[in-house]
Nanobody, 125 residues
Framework: QVQLVESGGGLVQPGGSLRLSCAASGRIFRINAMGWYRQASGKQRESVAIITSGGSTNYADSVKGRFTISRDNAKNTVYLQMNSLKPEDTAVYYC???????????????????WGQGTQVTVSS
């Protein structure tokens, strides 16, 4: 089993910054892609940013130029630096990781899909 623990959410004024962290632990051989998703009240969960094991990134159009995703493979941790925050960024942010739990899983391309518990980000004056 794999656990994802997020931290760094909170209340910030428009134009401010926050940094989210998500640490993975448990039965991990290798982590493939990691990402951040968000769900605003009354809306569907949406992808915010994704980073592959090789460091390639993909962002939602709404956050390009403002958010930066990064990862520390040695620590099994992914980060989301959020700058120039807007009220419409208010949501619960979830961390996601695609994990190979063993060498045989890696060889067989059997990835587990894991989610964190979510952290609230509120942008308001």
């Amino acid at each position: 089993q794999v656990q994802l623990v997020e931290s760094g959410g909170g209340l910030v004024q428009p134009g401010g910054s926050l940094r989210l962290s998500c640490a993975a632990s448990g039965r991990i051989f290798r982590i493939n892609a990691m990402g951040w998703y968000r769900q605003a009240s009354g809306k569907q969960r949406e992808s915010v940013a994704i980073i592959t094991s090789g460091g390639s990134t993909n962002y939602a159009d709404s956050v390009k130029g403002r958010f930066t995703i990064s990862r520390d493979n040695a620590k099994n941790t992914v980060y989301l630096q959020m700058n120039s925050l807007k009220p419409e960024d208010t949501a619960v942010y979830y961390c996601n990781a695609l994990v190979y739990s063993s060498l045989s899983d890696h060889v067989g391309d059997r990835r587990g899909d894991y989610w964190g518990q979510g952290t609230q980000v509120t942008v308001s004056s």
